[in-house]
T-cell receptor, first 116, second 115 residues
Framework: AQSVTQLDSHVSVSEGTPVLLRCNYS??????LFWYVQHPNKGLQLLLK??????LVKGINGFEAEFKKSETSFHLTKPSAHMSDAAEYFC??????????????FGQGTELSVKP | DTGVSQDPRHKITKRGQNVTFRCDPI?????LYWYRQTLGQGPEFLTY????????KSRLLSDRFSAERPKGSFSTLEIQRTEQGDSAMYLC?????????????FGPGTRLLVL
C-alpha cells in the first residue's frame, strides 16, 4: 500500500532563509508524487509533481523537490522564504503507478510559518 | 474562471438533517474525486467517478453517504441523517484520464458544520 509521512508537523523560518519540508514515501511501484499547498480559506493548489521524467522537479513560486529512490524521500525546498509562503503543505502519493491516475493519499501536512 | 467549482461553500445543519453538495469539474475532465478533510488532517479519499461510473468507494463512505455523477458532468454528494462527526471540509477534484502526470485539480471545498 502507498503512504507518505511528513516528518515535521510545523516548520518556522525567517523571511529570506531556506525552506526544507521533509517527506518520505512508501510505494509498491514507481510512484507519482506531488506537493500541494493550502492557504487559509483557499483550495489546494499543486506546487509540483514527480512523474519519472526527472528526479529534480521544479514547481511554482521557486519551490523544487528531489526524488531520491534510495532514500524513499521527496523533500520540498526553496532557497529563500517569502512571507506569502506561510501555509499548509501536503506531500501526496497516487495509489497507482506513475502517470496512471488514481486516488491521492495525503500526508498529515506541514504548517510553514515565516517570520519577518 | 474554468476551475473546479463547489456549491455551497458553507453549510450549517442540525443533526439528523440531510445535506447535498454539488461539484462542477473542469469541463473536459472525465475523472472526478471526492475527499474529506477534518481539522488538522490531510484530505482523505471518499469516492471516484470515471465519466458517470462510480468506480471506487472508501470504507469511510458509510451507507448514509451517496454520490452521483449523472451524464458524467457535475457530481452531487448527499449525506443523510447527518451526525456531528460529519463536520468537515468536503473537497472535489477533477482530472483528465491519460494526461501526463495526471494531475487532480481541487475546488475550494464545502465546509459542513453539524450542530
Amino acid at each position: 500500500a502507498q503512504s507518505v509521512t511528513q516528518l515535521d508537523s510545523h516548520v518556522s523560518v525567517s523571511e529570506g532563509t531556506p525552506v526544507l519540508l521533509r517527506c518520505n514515501y512508501s510505494s509498491s511501484y514507481s510512484p507519482s508524487l506531488f506537493w500541494y499547498v493550502q492557504h487559509p480559506n483557499k483550495g489546494l493548489q499543486l506546487l509540483l509533481k514527480y512523474t519519472s521524467a526527472a528526479t529534480l522537479v521544479k514547481g511554482i513560486n521557486g519551490f523544487e523537490a528531489e526524488f531520491k529512490k534510495s532514500e524513499t524521500s521527496f523533500h520540498l525546498t526553496k532557497p529563500s522564504a517569502h512571507m506569502s509562503d506561510a501555509a499548509e503543505y501536503f506531500c501526496v502519493v497516487s495509489d497507482r503507478g506513475v502517470n496512471q491516475g488514481g486516488k491521492l493519499i495525503f500526508g498529515q501536512g506541514t504548517e510553514l510559518s515565516v517570520k519577518p | 474562471d474554468t476551475g473546479v467549482s463547489q456549491d455551497p461553500r458553507h453549510k450549517i445543519t442540525k443533526r439528523g438533517q440531510n445535506v447535498t453538495f454539488r461539484c462542477d469539474p473542469i469541463s473536459e475532465h472525465n475523472r472526478l474525486y471526492w475527499y474529506r478533510q477534518t481539522l488538522g488532517q490531510g484530505p482523505e479519499f471518499l469516492t471516484y467517478f470515471q465519466n458517470e461510473a462510480q468506480l471506487e468507494k472508501s470504507r469511510l463512505l458509510s451507507d448514509r453517504f451517496s454520490a452521483e455523477r449523472p451524464k458524467g458532468s457535475f457530481s452531487t454528494l448527499e449525506i443523510q441523517r447527518t451526525e456531528q462527526g460529519d463536520s468537515a471540509m468536503y473537497l472535489c477534484a477533477s482530472s483528465l484520464e491519460g494526461g501526463f502526470g495526471e494531475t487532480q485539480y481541487f475546488g475550494p471545498g464545502t465546509r459542513l458544520l453539524v450542530l
